[in-house]
């Protein structure tokens, strides 16, 4: 399901911290969808790694978060995050 940009607001656009929008979108996430499948405490995983872009980003899931990447495109990059439940993070 894709969100449009009424119910998908822009990163710069949410009610958070200076520091959480600055972490965000050096790390190359531009809206809320971007972010939607990431837990509070990946999220925080993911800052604390000094992630500055989403290549940085794909490579440290995939180090870190035992990730596999399944599908590649110019546009995105399909991860399958290997856990009990299979869960899917598209970037």
């Known amino acids: 399901m894709q969100l449009d940009g009424d119910t998908d607001p822009l990163i710069e656009d949410l009610l958070v911290s200076k520091a959480i ?5 050096k790390a190359g996430f531009k809206r809320l969808s971007d972010i939607r499948d990431y837990s509070v405490e990946e999220l ?3 800052r604390q790694l000094g992630i500055n872009s989403i290549r940085e980003l794909k490579e440290a899931l ?10 590649e495109s110019n546009a995105s ?5 290997k856990t009990e439940i299979g869960k899917e993070i598209c970037l």
């Not at 929008?21 to 979108?25: D, F, G, V, Y």
């Not at 180090?63 to 599908?71: F, G």
Request: glycine letters at 0%; charged letters at 30%.
């Open 21 to 25: 929008k600055s972490t965000l979108l």
């Open 44 to 46: 925080s995983r993911i």
């Open 62 to 71: 995939k180090d870190y978060y035992n990730i596999s990447i399944i599908e």
């Open 77 to 81: 990059v399909k991860l399958n995050k």
